[in-house]
């Protein structure tokens, strides 16, 4: 008899593990591209934002959800841009320019939010991406649940991180932006433009961060709050880490925050649980963080030349 | 266009570059109006000494760096090069000193990074593969292209680095020191192949500072000095001592005077030291030798052989394990080794500007360094300035240390001035056991003379020298025994008669002594 409950537990939770990790995947996908190529982003949380706000005021004013994605990702490509100027060209350090995002796009969202939507009389929802059954697989007990009914921004990346590992391991493009960032003057010796290979990875990651952002309004919640990312473009960036620098290993990484996330949710619907609900909130952010650190102990080489401007 | 045209149009040269200026912010002047020309199908060896432009000069011709003024005529044509692409699209190779190879990436990959539009699709790379697999067979240069770059030795990452510059295709290639990391058969190896390459009508520019070198391989050499050309000769026509004359700029003592080996008893002994490196890796394995009172041992080897982790370790900087070290009949255990400085050793580490010297710092205050809070240099806690000074003076004109002022900061010194400061202070403290590793890098041939003379002043005043140096040519001049370092380990010993060094090669190369001797 406990059979049953415990499955459909374990069912919901593991269908609300893919929903969870999908915002840290875009953002971890990208920073691996900016981190590849030896530049480290820390303002990933800042972009994110810029990401969620840009896509929902579209999304709200436009009454389209692929308008507003459209406006995340050019609101990200630009974020990129300020930052690789900052950090590439004027060579600024990277972990302040990073830390001054964070603070920007918090402050900058939050502004906007205020001026533009807190004395609304409209409702302020958008009608969210919704759930594509894929026909026959998603009646298949179980897995039906827990792969098959998502919406298309968590399809999504399937299509994004093969991609994305075809793109560095198997084009011409992506073998410059790993000599880029391990070892920029030998690049730049055989002819490679280490500045434009390095705007154009931080550009990727910056876009694909305001696309996970973006998921949050367009396709998890309806709407912008302030603060709405809470944390992901940090756990993106341990993510990276423990992925090993690599899209794939990024995917996995970014699951096990969801499964962390899923289950806090679960537990904070229970009737019979009293623990506050700020530690259950908290509970993914420690877990992920703890286990990243606990299996780090294997060597990680990290591009060798992570943080460091060229010339 | 008529005055974009060089102004002797011969056929037989490939390469002209006129009154090139180059500095660098800081008001380095690295080139002062320099010529080269170079011959079809010539070795041309740049000869200067550290510090002279060569470097810079050939940066400049690849397009790393560009020129403030001066022109470049290649193929009997301007040559307007803006980047690396440019050099390479017109058949300029380079292979740098420092390599300019991506460690994670296969040898495959390295030479063909940059070679492709950014949207081509690399799937396969089997016709790269094979096309390297035949040049590498043809050259006989062995190199697996499928292999990672790290997991190669210094020699065969140089070979990736001549493949991949032949790949590219050039009919002029410029080598930076290549025999700086190599052995003595490596090298060897590597001037036949050059000559080889040569005689198929490659034009080689071969940067050196070893005359012999320049005596075994050019068919002309062309001199810089401070930024300079000196002149350019034909190899033929010249020889070692008046090259390095020109080098240097005066006359050069290049023997020691050194006298016979008077051995004493022993002062520093150890027993099956070990040590690992950063990544926890063996880098030292079970290391056993005494050193003799008036007795310098140079330890020879290939850099990056655990030379850096022995001397580390018995300076006290780097965690190791032994069965014994005796210092001047004192027993040291693992707690003491922090403190064999107070026991009698001195140490000269390979990185003065890293290790020997605070840089910010004023020539004084490093002399110091080591003995500011004792009397009397210091009483009751205040430095003893008047004092400081006189001890700084005295030691700037006992070892002839060119500087204005000694509250200078020790960082606008030149190297071998630093350098100087370095063994001045260490010196001075009559150590019984001297560590000294590669005294001479990277400073100019008149410091060099200097400081090999004060390593064998001290030996002749009865200390105990380990010499730890990659320059085998300062070993076999300044060592009265020689150890030979390979992958952690003693290959062998063998006496500094330059009848041996065929066999010290051998061993430096893994070797065992049985089948070198």
């Not at chain 2, 020298?465 to 370092?485: G, K, Y």
């Amino acid at each position: 008899m406990e059979l049953i409950p415990s499955i459909l537990f374990l069912q919901s939770i593991l269908a609300a593990t893919w929903r969870m990790a999908t915002p840290i995947l875009y953002a971890a996908v990208g920073e691996v591209f900016s981190e590849k190529a030896g530049v480290i982003n820390i303002g990933l949380e800042g972009v994110m934002l810029i990401g969620a706000f840009s896509a929902y005021s579209v999304a709200f004013e436009s009454g389209s959800l692929w308008l507003g994605l459209l406006a995340a990702i050019l609101a990200g490509i630009l974020s990129g841009l300020i930052f690789a100027f900052f950090t590439i060209t004027i060579k600024a350090n990277q972990i302040v320019v990073g830390a001054a995002f964070n603070m920007i796009g918090m402050g900058i969202t939050g502004f906007l939010y205020r001026s533009m939507y807190s004395v609304s009389a409209v409702p302020l929802g958008l009608k969210t991406f919704q759930s594509v059954e894929i026909p026959f697989l998603s009646s298949i007990p179980f897995f039906g649940e827990v792969l098959f009914k998502h919406n298309i921004m968590v399809y999504g990346t399937l299509l994004v991180v093969p991609l994305a590992t075809f793109v560095l391991y198997k084009t011409a493009f992506g073998l410059s932006i790993r000599a880029v960032g391990e070892h920029p003057k030998a690049a730049d010796t055989v002819g490679v433009n280490v500045f434009r290979m390095r705007y154009l990875s931080v550009m990727i990651g910056t876009a694909l961060a305001a696309v996970g952002g973006a998921f949050l309004v367009l396709a998890y919640a309806d709407q912008f709050v302030e603060g709405v990312v809470s944390g992901r473009g940090f756990i993106a960036l341990a993510v990276v880490v423990f992925g090993r620098w690599k899209p794939w290993g990024a995917f996995w990484s970014s699951l096990l925050f969801g499964i962390f996330y899923a289950l806090q949710l679960r537990i904070q619907t229970m009737p019979d649980v009293n623990i506050p609900y700020q530690f259950l909130q908290a509970l993914p952010y420690l877990a992920t963080l703890l286990v990243l650190v606990g299996f780090n102990k294997r060597r990680v080489q990290a591009p060798k030349t992570l943080g460091v401007p060229y010339k | 266009m008529e005055d974009s045209m060089p102004k002797n149009n011969d056929p037989k040269t490939i390469l002209r570059m006129e009154e090139i200026h180059k500095s660098f912010p800081g008001g380095v002047f690295a080139n002062r109006g320099v010529n080269l020309e170079v011959h079809q199908g010539e070795i041309h060896c740049l000869l200067g000494e550290n510090g002279a432009g060569k470097t810079v000069l050939m940066s400049v011709l690849y397009g790393l760096y560009k020129p403030d003024s001066g022109s470049i005529f290649y193929k009997n044509e301007k040559f307007d090069v803006h980047n690396p692409k440019d050099a390479i699209q017109n058949r300029i190779g380079m292979v740098h000193q420092h390599f300019m190879l991506v460690e994670t990436l296969s040898v495959a990959e390295n030479i063909i990074l940059g070679q492709y539009k950014p949207w081509k699709v690399l799937n396969n790379l089997d016709p790269v593969i094979k096309k390297i697999q035949q040049m590498s067979k043809d050259y006989r240069l062995n190199v697996d292209p499928t292999s990672l770059v790290k997991d190669l030795s210094v020699g065969e990452q140089q070979r990736v680095e001549i493949l991949k510059a032949l790949y590219h295709g050039a009919d002029l290639l410029i080598l930076d020191e290549p025999t700086a990391v190599l052995t003595p058969q490596e090298s060897e190896n590597l001037l036949d192949f050059l000559r080889q390459l040569a005689d198929k009508g490659l034009t080689i520019v071969f940067i050196t500072h070893k005359l012999e070198e320049v005596m075994q391989i050019s068919d002309r050499v062309t001199i810089l000095r401070d930024g300079k050309t000196i002149t350019t000769v034909n190899t033929k026509e010249t020889n070692p001592r008046e090259l390095a004359k020109m080098m240097v700029g005066r006359d050069v003592l290049m023997d020691l005077n050194k006298k016979e080996k008077q051995p004493g008893k022993v002062i520093f002994s150890v027993k099956n030291l070990n040590v690992k490196d950063e990544r926890g890796l063996p880098a030292v394995k079970n290391f056993s030798f005494d050193v003799y009172e008036r007795e310098v041992v140079g330890i020879a080897g290939v850099s990056g052989n655990g030379q850096s982790e022995l001397a580390l370790a018995l300076a006290g900087l780097m965690d190791s394990d032994f069965d014994s070290i005796i210092l001047n009949d004192i027993s040291i255990t693992k707690r003491d080794l922090t403190r064999l400085n107070q026991l009698g050793m001195a140490h000269i580490p390979e990185d003065r500007q890293k290790m020997g010297l605070i840089l910010p710092f004023s020539v004084s205050e490093n002399f110091i360094a080591e003995t500011f809070n004792d009397r009397p240099f210091s009483k009751y806690g205040f430095l003893q300035f008047k004092t400081i000074k006189n001890y700084s003076q005295s030691l700037v004109k006992k070892f002839s240390i060119r500087v204005g002022d000694v509250d200078e900061e020790i960082a606008h010194l030149s190297g071998g001035n630093q350098q100087k400061v370095v063994v001045a202070r260490e010196l001075d403290r009559r150590p019984k056991f001297l560590l000294v590793n590669q005294p001479t890098r990277g400073i100019d041939i008149g410091a060099t003379e200097f400081v090999r003379q004060q390593i064998i002043a001290e030996r002749d005043g009865g200390a105990a020298i380990l010499l730890i140096s990659t320059d085998l040519e300062e070993i076999f001049a300044l060592s009265d025994r020689i150890l030979v370092m390979f992958e952690g380990q003693i290959m062998g010993e063998v006496s500094p008669n330059p009848d041996m060094i065929e066999q010290v090669g051998l061993l430096m190369a893994g070797k065992t002594i049985e089948s070198a001797l």
